[in-house]
């Protein structure tokens, strides 16, 4: 069984008949791809706990769906299956979503990126265009990767310096910048223009643009110009 | 479609109607509200493992149904998409639980405890109250997290010093201590109270209360004073 | 609802009426044991993409079942609830499955081994027999498992040395080896037999058979036999 709230437009014919939710003025772009068990424009939480108190007879899709603001999804977006999509967030077209990935809301994705399965998106992130996310990566609320990042899988973001504080600063990912796998990113910290933080590395202070940082706390190890060297003598196989 | 086992006693009507399964004598408490794709009282693996010689015609939910003892769960809690819950738990008042979590059997949590997406709770664990479990972190069976515990995201406890032996030690983590996000505990490490572990720590020997350890292996680096002392400076912004 | 192809041979009864979705030429063994969510024969990414430009009436499962080759599940495994195996992969018999764990084209798991929820396996893999990985494993494509190889909770593997890259290197973990939780290993890098990893250890160079290696990055800390004599004192108890 699927529920599709009437207050939605859907352009696209490819939507799971499987366990699907469409909440909310959400609008879903041409050919988009929404398979099973998806849900998009599920209500903030300060919504949802309104409910609680609640003992309507109304059933829950169509409480969530009257509280929802709806989604905007792009056109030619795979949304695989089990992705939760929450209210107010936009995906530009052609975006691609891995499975089970978590968007809060208030997110925007850009056109082109890509986000590997189990991925968590917090509130309040802003994502450039062509942006590769591996899987498995959490990003918190605040956070915003500029056009052209790539991401490796479980690589953690954090932005409370003290938690749990009652403030929260982001970590800014600046253009072309390349963070390796399961590196944690420490709150507020900027990472460089095409600058590289590699696998296994904690990064604790900002990272100048053009520079490739590794271990623990992260230090500058080479320039990025070696990095390119060395990548093009790795992929040449020699 | 959803399952309801005629055992269940269920006060409340936030239940989503989208392939939700609830099983055994579970009790849902008034107000709880349920979201799609939640599965409440799944039987334990020893018990699973007889369905695998049976050639019975009857439905898969229904022989889950007679294998499982249920779940407690109270009133007003939050349980988001996807999340699963085995059998012999009980989960307090208004807990909160993300999206996709799963909980073993034998596993208590507290009241107003909140439990981020992604997250895994192995079996016979203790959680106090009013704990904050954030996204994706991974708690092994034997673990104990008394009140008011805060974990980082993407955190990883561990509980067999010699993996893979047949004794497990799970980490105490002590009323109040904070452990910051992708930190790594290792097996029987006590966490004392009120104390601090640092985001991407290794923590392999005890925490003394009231201290605050980073690094790998963690060491101390200051008195939990001089980081509330901190936490202040920082959210006053200056 | 659910769906399931006309094409799939399927042996056991033990099959969620509750949203699983079979597709293409899937054959599933006897006693096989299928919770609700699961997907079987999932069409690989170059296949999908395909439907963004149909405007088919045909519905979104019937496409996917048109493109997909199918799966071969054997008998007796246990598929937990929203599990995904995508198309061209095998399960040998008795392999067990936790939640929500992803499995991508041409992936082989070999008899008895058992994977952890949350884990992400993705495509070209080789996993021997009795292997044991925990939860919330990340295995990219490329990777080789050996039989008898045990993997702790949210360890990391790589096959990337210059991300992104055009070349993929997979690690190759040898028969009888322990990757401790959280470790990170980094690409193309060979663990020896029988050999450990401790846990939050990170990887960069090749460990030879036999060895215990700890730390960032890992260097060798005693023998495999000093290891096994501390797990014996362990166990024990003293």
């Known amino acids: 069984m699927s529920y599709i709230s009437r207050r939605a437009v859907i352009k696209t014919r490819n939507i799971s008949s499987v366990s699907?939710?469409?909440?909310?003025?959400?609008?879903?772009?041409?050919?988009?791809?929404?398979?099973?068990?998806?849900?998009?424009?599920?209500?903030?939480?300060?919504?949802?706990?309104?409910?609680?108190?609640?003992?309507?007879?109304?059933s829950l899709e169509e409480l969530l769906d009257g509280l929802s603001s709806g989604s905007r999804i792009g056109s030619r977006v795979i949304i695989r299956s089990g992705c939760i999509i929450y209210e107010d967030s936009t995906i530009e077209d052609d975006v691609e979503l891995g499975h089970g990935v978590v968007v809060r809301e208030?997110?925007?994705?850009?056109?082109?990126?890509?986000?590997?399965?189990?991925?968590?998106?917090?509130?309040?992130?802003?994502?450039?265009?062509?942006?590769?996310?591996?899987?498995?990566?959490?990003?918190?609320?605040?956070?915003?990767?500029?056009?052209?990042?790539?991401?490796?899988?479980?690589a953690v973001f954090t932005n409370d310096k003290y938690p749990p504080s009652k403030k929260i600063t982001g970590p800014h990912i600046c253009?072309?910048?390349?963070?390796?796998?399961?590196?944690?990113?420490?709150?507020?910290?900027?990472?460089?223009?095409?600058?590289v933080v590699a696998a296994g590395a904690v990064v604790t202070r900002d990272v100048p643009p053009g520079s490739v940082v590794a271990g623990v706390p992260a230090r500058p190890v080479y320039s990025v110009e070696e990095y390119l060297r060395r990548r093009e003598t790795y992929e040449s196989g020699v």
Chains 1, 2, 3 share one sequence.
Request: proline content about 4%.
């Open 20 to 58: 699907v939710i469409v909440l909310g003025e959400t609008y879903i772009g041409d050919g988009t791809l929404v398979m099973s068990n998806v849900i998009i424009g599920v209500p903030r939480r300060s919504k949802l706990i309104n409910i609680l108190s609640l003992n309507s007879s109304t």
């Open 106 to 154: 208030n997110v925007k994705i850009g056109s082109r990126s890509r986000i590997g399965s189990g991925s968590i998106l917090d509130a309040d992130i802003r994502i450039g265009s062509q942006v590769s996310i591996q899987s498995n990566v959490y990003i918190p609320r605040g956070t915003v990767i500029e056009d052209n990042v790539f991401i490796g899988p479980c």
């Open 175 to 195: 253009r072309g910048a390349i963070i390796g796998a399961g590196a944690i990113i420490l709150p507020g910290v900027e990472i460089g223009e095409n600058s």
